[in-house]
Each structure stands twice: as C-alpha cells, then as structure tokens.
C-alpha cells in the first residue's frame, strides 16, 4: 500500500474512534502526576491558582472556537459521527474561511490546556507529539475525502486557508446567522468533559500529594 494510501486507511480508523482512542495516553498521564511539582504542594495556593486558571482559560478558549464553528454551521457538516467521512455541503466561510480544520483547532486548546495543568515537562512534549500525529492522519483522511466528493471546489478553497494555523485576513463573513440552538445541542458534551478533566486532576493530585 502507498504512503498516500496508507495515511488515508489510518487517518479513517482514527476518525472512526477518535473518541476513545485518546485514553490510551491515560496510563502515561499518571505517571506524568506523580512527577508533577504542582500535585506536590511546593508552592503556595495562591500560587496554584495562578497556574490552575491560565489553563482551565486556555481550554475553554477552545470550546469557544469549537462553538463559533458550529454557531454558523449547516446540517450535514461538521458531525461527531464515528461511521465514517461525511459531508453533504463544502463549508468556506466563517471559521472555515481562515483555516480548513477550525473543529480541530479547538479541540488543540482544549488539549493544551489540560496537559500543561501537569507543568510536566516531557509530558507536555509527548502530549503536544501525539496529538500532532493522532490528528494529522485525520485530517488528511478527511481531505481526501472532500478532495474526492467536491473536486475542483475543494482545490480552490483549500489554497486559501490554511490547514491549521488560521490566517485572518481570509475572513469571510458566515452564509448562516448564528445558532446558539447549535452550541447547546452540540457543544454542552466538551464543556463537561473540560470540568470532568480538570476535576480528575485536582483530584488524583491530592491523592499523590497525601
């Protein structure tokens, strides 16, 4: 199997259990608290605070890019589907007009955000590596795919903006209004999960530092 191929194979299956498969770090994570100077209680709690809040901001820096996205976006686009690419539309403005994987991005704060909670720093390092690579895949996984449904629509949309890193002077302004119906049916799931995270790890810290 070519390279081309291969990625596009690997980038599916990992689209397919993008839900899951990010667990698989877990077990490295744990290792990374015990390690942490900041379960160890050195520093004050004043302190602690000044490095907990930049990262839990940080993170939902993230969920409010994920819900600027999905604010302006059509039905049959930008699903958490796990059966498989889908799109029945090529979405270019908005979000989408500055950088091609906007959905991503946001999932990219959220990350960092949890990970440099650590102050771990091989961790951070691993953490930033393995969601570069998991990510990677999928993303030209799904642009294969619009590649293949959309063709030369996709090819001139794709020159613009960038894959990861937006560039604002693209900005076009969102064929749709803004939907806060979307956010709340969409997006309530990352807000959990960011509280659920950022909870555990105060959690099991106190639990290492006792």
Known sequence: MALKEEF??????FFRWRSYLPLIILPVLLI???ESEYFERTVSHFAEELWEIPCLMLSFVGLIIRSFVVAYTPRGTSRRN???QKAEILNTTGM????RHPLYLGNFFIFSGVVLFTQVWWFIIFAVLSFWLYYERIMFAEEEFLRKKFGENFEKWSKKPPAFIPNFKNWNQPDLSFSFKNILKREYTAFFLIILCFGLLDFTGNIFAE
């Open 8 to 13: 596009e194979a690997t980038g599916n299956w």
């Open 82 to 84: 796990t059966r498989g």
């Open 32 to 34: 990374a608290l015990r």
């Open 96 to 99: 989408y007009s500055i950088v």
